[in-house]
T-cell receptor, first 116, second 113 residues
Framework: DSGVTQTPKHLITATGQRVTLRCSPR?????VYWYQQSLDQGLQFLIQ???????AKGNILERFSAQQFPDLHSELNLSSLELGDSALYFC???????????????FGEGSRLTVL | AQSVTQPDIHITVSEGASLELRCNYS??????LFWYVQSPGQGLQLLLK??????LVQGIKGFEAEFKRSQSSFNLRKPSVHWSDAAEYFC???????????FGQGTRLTINP
């Protein structure tokens, strides 16, 4: 158990809909990272938050947004969903905000999104 | 641009045989290197990491990896695999000041009994 909790574990929805994925980081970790894992793209970095502030952005679509709340949990919002958004979405947390000096990201078990 | 290549998409080895998974990176700065393992239905777990110093690093579950700067490689090895090692393995790279890990495409390991 990594200590990172993601909900829901599975989600099935239709095209055009909007969903919210939730992540609770390990106790004490200030950074939250979101990654998307799909068969064709592999693991793609989406976005990082550190103590409530956006720190880095990767290949995140404009239809997607995220935030980190004062209690450090994070939500990833996916809107106007398309078939191609079907993927496994991972949240990871780290004690540090930048540089990944310790290098260890602790990953949740992921939220599997299926768009029909 | 930073990139990580894992040349082998799928590898099959027999239980008890040795294993080497390849990883090559393209990075301008001194890299921080990692290997993660993903079991079916699970998140990623860190096996080992390299920042500096001894180029041979030991990890959990009997794995080790060797950093070879001249070859831009960080190959993962295990002298004798167990059936429980069947999983997907990801190599990842970062640098100091970077805000993210860049992952390779992964290598799926199958173990024959």
């Amino acid at each position: 158990d990594s200590g990172v909790t993601q909900t829901p574990k599975h989600l099935i929805t239709a095209t055009g809909q909007r969903v919210t994925l939730r992540c609770s980081p390990r106790s004490g970790d200030l950074s939250v990272y979101w990654y998307q894992q799909s068969l064709d793209q592999g693991l793609q970095f989406l976005i990082q938050y550190y103590n409530g502030e956006e720190r880095a952005k990767g290949n995140i679509l404009e239809r997607f947004s995220a935030q980190q709340f004062p209690d450090l949990h994070s939500e990833l919002n996916l809107s106007s969903l398309e078939l191609g958004d079907s993927a496994l979405y991972f949240c990871a947390s780290s004690a540090l905000g930048g540089g990944l000096r310790t290098g260890e990201l602790f990953f949740g078990e992921g939220s599997r999104l299926t768009v029909l | 641009a930073q990139s990580v290549t894992q040349p082998d998409i799928h590898i099959t080895v027999s239980e008890g045989a040795s294993l080497e998974l390849r990883c090559n990176y393209s990075y301008g700065a001194t890299p921080y290197l990692f290997w993660y393992v993903q079991s079916p239905g699970q998140g990623l777990q860190l096996l080992l990491k390299y920042f500096s110093g001894d180029t041979l690093v030991q990890g959990i579950k009997g794995f080790e990896a060797e950093f070879k700067r001249s070859q831009s490689s960080f190959n993962l090895r295990k002298p004798s695999v167990h059936w429980s090692d069947a999983a997907e393995y990801f190599c990842a790279v970062s640098t100091q000041g970077a805000q993210k890990l860049v992952f390779g495409q992964g290598t799926r390991l199958t173990i024959n009994p």
